[in-house]
């Protein structure tokens, strides 16, 4: 296969994996609308409905160690043609449960596939960077919130015209569709360096603390994430005073800016390079954060969340970059270990900050988010291993 061939299998399969994320956050969008109709077509209660979306979350953080194991033995673009074929049923899985005991199975499933989508996915992002010589992460994250956008966007306009189970069929039909469509053009990193090789016949834990280290900064980079998502819009409206429709736009102008930014991040790290770009970007979420906790005025707190965004847009593309170049170990199991830790801070986290937040208010949380981001700036050196692609010799 001579260089040029290479380049262009490399820019399909990069197209191709673009499509996965696309899809993974198509998913996940289109399943939000759904969650409240739980209540209403189960006759659940709110507590009993948490327990459902933790047994989501659950489903997700089993499978992602377990998709590690899995591409160190058959390589990402297997694991990852398996396990989106099987996302696309997890909306209808979920839908069609016809009872809490049936759905509780159901979302363990679909947390579990759609979790496992998100490690080989990431896996084989890392495979098409070293083959293009250049970051291409924060960009497909940025077609993951994208897709997010139009799941959400879509899902609530397409079920109150046509309903759930309408909805759930036609996601299912356009994700299949667009994951068949891109699993030809995947790329194929089963050929794997000998020191990875080695590390891929291993069935233990790495026992190098570099791969949990760069775990942390995703788990740090995330909680705050997590936060925005899950209480910003509560705490405009009961410490803020902001009336609902106001409070809704907190993690829409993040989320928002995130996407925005990351579609630029591989610009911006391919000039200034992995460490300061987690540098400046971490001092400038924990500003966006801590401005949102003090503030008195909702909309000054909406545009600091907004800012917030900005800079955790690109930190953990980054941190997850890191992760699948680590010396010495194989990509897929280095994922799986930071993608797990890093998920904890969306999938447990905000729990534990609700918890806390009724006692204390979560106006002082959002300031020490602000400080545990201050920590991600001085574990900014840790994100080296992601500029790995950029000193490879071009072939």
């Known amino acids: 296969m001579t260089a040029v061939t290479k380049f262009e299998a490399a ?5 191709a994996m673009t499509a996965m994320f696309l899809v993974n956050g198509f998913i996940i969008g289109s399943w939000a609308p759904h969650i409240p109709l739980l209540v209403s077509r189960l006759s659940i209660s709110e507590s009993t409905l948490g327990v459902l ?5 659950l489903g997700a953080l089993a499978a992602m160690p377990t998709c590690g194991f899995l591409m160190a033995r058959h390589g990402s673009r297997k694991v990852l043609r398996s396990f989106a074929l099987l996302s696309c049923l997890g909306l209808g899985a979920a839908v069609l449960a016809p009872s809490v005991w049936l759905a509780g199975p159901a979302l363990f499933f679909m947390g579990g596939v759609v979790g496992g989508t998100d490690v080989a996915m990431n896996t084989n992002a890392v495979a098409v960077e070293q083959r293009l010589r250049r970051a291409i992460m924060s960009a497909s994250h940025g077609f993951w919130s994208l897709g997010g956008f139009f799941g959400g966007a879509l899902g609530g306009l397409t079920i109150q015209n046509f309903g759930y189970l309408a909805h759930a069929g036609f996601v299912t039909l356009v994700a299949f569709g667009l994951v068949a469509g891109a699993i ?4 194929d990193d089963d050929h794997q360096p000998k020191a990875q090789a080695h590390d891929a016949r291993r069935t233990t834990m790495p026992r190098n603390p570099m791969i949990y280290l760069v775990g942390l900064v995703a788990l740090f980079a995330m909680i705050p994430e997590g936060a925005v998502l899950d209480w910003a819009a509560l705490y405009l409206q009961q410490e803020r005073g902001a009336d609902i429709a106001t409070a809704g736009f907190a993690f829409a102008a993040f989320s928002g800016t995130m ?3 990351r579609f630029l991040g591989d610009r911006v790290r391919n000039r200034l390079g992995a460490v300061t770009t987690v540098r400046v970007s971490s001092l400038i979420a924990a500003t966006g954060m801590m401005v949102a906790g003090l503030s008195s005025q909702p909309w000054l707190a909406i545009a600091a969340f907004a800012f917030a965004g900005l800079g955790i847009a690109n930190l ?3 941190a997850f970059s890191a992760a699948g170049n680590q010396p010495g170990m194989a990509t ?4 799986s270990i930071v993608t797990t830790m890093g998920y904890s801070g969306i999938l447990v986290a905000p729990s534990a900050i609700g918890f806390i937040g ?7 949380i959002f300031v020490v988010l602000a400080g545990i981001l201050i920590v991600v700036c001085l574990m900014a050196p840790l994100a080296r291993a992601a ?7 071009a072939e």
């Open 11 to 15: 820019r399909r399969g990069r197209w």
């Open 184 to 187: 030809p053009f995947l790329l």
């Open 53 to 57: 979306i933790l047994l989501f979350g």
């Open 358 to 364: 009724e006692r204390t208010g979560f106006g002082p």
């Open 259 to 261: 996407a925005a930014l």
């Open 332 to 335: 897929g199991t280095g994922m």
């Open 387 to 393: 500029d790995f692609v950029a000193r490879q010799p």
């Open 316 to 318: 953990v593309p980054i």
